[in-house]
């Protein structure tokens, strides 16, 4: 029998954000979110102009912050946000960092 998952368990995910989401704070605005719902993790800009998250947390707090992703920080107009699992990769930091 499959155990199942505590709701407070953190799960991780990577999130893709489009839009006009650099040179706006969109980097910032998501470390102060973070810090705020308890989500550690990392994000960085991409060559591509979208933002790149890895995360970790409780789905319900990780619900939060992909809603307050889709709305971001005064100057960005978010077109998409893309949250699947996060597959192996390094181990995400016990805090939530901005990657330059």
Do not use: K
């Not at 953190?10 to 980097?27: C, L, M, N, S, W």
């Not at 989500?39 to 933002?51: A, H, L, Q, S, Y």
Request: net charge positive; charged share 25%; hydrophobic share 45%.
């Amino acid at each position: 029998m499959d155990a199942i998952a505590s709701p407070r368990q953190p799960v991780a995910r990577r999130i893709t954000v489009r839009g006009r989401v650099q040179g706006v704070g969109y980097r910032w605005f998501a470390r102060q979110t973070a810090h705020t719902l308890g989500v550690t993790g990392w994000v960085r800009n991409m060559p591509d102009g979208c933002v790149l998250l890895e995360v970790a947390a409780p789905e319900d707090a990780l619900a939060r912050f992909a809603a307050e992703l889709r709305a971001g920080p005064p100057g960005s107009h978010v077109v998409d946000v893309c949250v699947e699992a996060r597959d192996g990769g390094e181990p995400l930091p016990d805090r939530f960092v901005v990657i330059r």
